[in-house]
């Protein structure tokens, strides 16, 4: 059954829209950023009580992408004080990259975090992709797939994208699946991948539609952050 006060905020909030094109807020762009190809038709189809998919699982998103809506708002030119989840034990490092990575998700920036190994880099990109899963992938870069073509594909296996295809082919299938999402992409390990990869890197960054944090850590944690 679906939340009537949550679908009546998605109305709301599009309506509040529907007349400054400029915004970028329609019904496709929702939809998109909460994972769905074919935006515009579920968030239509949620909206007059028709979707056939998983409710809970679109409702989860839609919550998701109020929360980080809500982020956005704060910011201005600050990062505001972004509240970490109350079952997460605070330590000052990976509270300090948990902020870091949120705040390269909503200004769709590269930020990069080096440390120690064991200080808390990993753990605190583990708890950002759980507690936004949908908005976020996370992937550990080693020395085996750290060159482009194997880093390319461990990325789109990640996506739930085929992994077969020249290495233009991987790229531009996953800079399409990334178009329009705000997704932030969480690299732990950094310091493993090859020069090209982080070149290909670079060139998705400036396809600002996907949003995106990258990050390195001395030793053996590496990691997006601060």
Known sequence: MANEQLRERLARYIDQYKDDKESGVNMGTVGLAM????????????????????VDTLEARLE??????????????????????KEYV???????????????????SIV???????????????????????????LEATPVNGNLRS?????????????GGSNPDLENRIKEHLLGMNKVLIIDEAQNLKFT??????????????????????????????
């Open 35 to 54: 994972g769905y190809k074919s935006g515009a038709a579920v968030v239509s189809a949620y909206l007059s009580g028709t979707y056939k998919g998983r």
């Open 64 to 85: 998701e992408y109020f929360r980080n809506v809500e982020a956005r708002t704060e910011q201005d030119s600050k990062l505001a004080d972004i509240p970490m989840p």
């Open 90 to 108: 605070k330590l000052s490092i990976s509270e300090r990259v948990f902020t870091s990575i949120r705040l390269a998700h909503m200004r769709g």
């Open 112 to 138: 990069a975090v080096v440390g120690d190994s064991g200080i808390g880099k990993t753990k605190a990109a583990l708890e950002y992709n759980s507690v936004y899963p949908s908005s976020s992938y996370y």
């Open 151 to 163: 880093f390319l594909r461990a990325l789109s296996a990640e996506m739930g994208l085929p992994d």
């Open 197 to 226: 990869t982080m070149e290909m890197l670079k060139k998705l960054e400036r396809r600002r539609p996907a949003q995106r944090a990258e990050g390195r850590g001395a030793g053996a944690d590496r990691q997006p952050g601060h």
